[in-house]
């Protein structure tokens, strides 16, 4: 994802020590050791940081942690008291109240650096469908939404009933057109 935005990719080039937060990497570090991967291939000198608020999982990170390349902290919305050229917040937010959200960008944003971007998202388990808005301290950039069409399952029953027709049998067209 963050390898191919062309906005992420200009931001990180300019700077000369292109810092990445992947804020709130959750259980398992895998995902911040596969961002400084992909990321890497685009910006060799990049540093990817991960914090979470959680001590066992900022433990599990510190496991597999290259410094300075790759390092884990317990850290929140203040970033640690770091400067990031680029923060990733996946699936963090979606956690906290819609009201929420708007102070706790705001928080991010003052700390990035200069010419720096938020990346929030969200995405099913297996990051099949997924839904993210890069975030200037100007404002939003773009919304960028996206899924492996392959992978979607075309004919499972409405949970809730057809929107229609109100039936709960499997919808013979999508699961996103309604009978
Ligand atoms: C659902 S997990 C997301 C994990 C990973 N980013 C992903 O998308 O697979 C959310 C994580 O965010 C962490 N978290 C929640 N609020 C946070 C905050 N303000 N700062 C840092 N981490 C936070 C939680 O501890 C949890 O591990």
């Known amino acids: 994802m963050a390898g191919r935005d062309l906005a992420v990719r200009r931001a ?62 317990r850290g929140g919305f203040e970033l640690a008291g770091t400067r990031p050229v680029l923060v990733r917040a996946f699936n963090v937010l979606r956690q906290y109240a819609e009201s929420d959200v708007e102070p706790s960008w705001r928080a991010m944003l003052e700390r990035l650096a200069p010419g720096g971007l938020l990346v929030d998202g969200t995405c099913d388990e297996i990051g099949r469908i997924c839904s993210w808005v890069t975030v200037a301290r100007s404002g939003p950039v773009s919304l960028t939404l996206s899924c492996r069409p392959a992978t979607l399952d075309r004919r499972r029953p409405w949970p809730n009933g057809c929107r229609r027709c109100s039936s709960t049998a499997t919808c013979p067209v999508s699961a996103s057109t309604p009978c």
């Open 12 to 73: 990180l080039r300019a700077h000369a020590d292109p810092l990445v937060v992947d804020l709130g990497y959750g259980a398992s570090p895998v995902t911040t050791v596969e961002l400084a991967a992909r990321l890497r291939a685009h910006v060799p000198d990049v540093r990817v940081l991960g914090l979470e608020l959680d001590e066992q999982r900022v433990a599990a990170g510190a496991a597999v942690a290259a410094p300075p390349v790759l390092d884990f902290r």
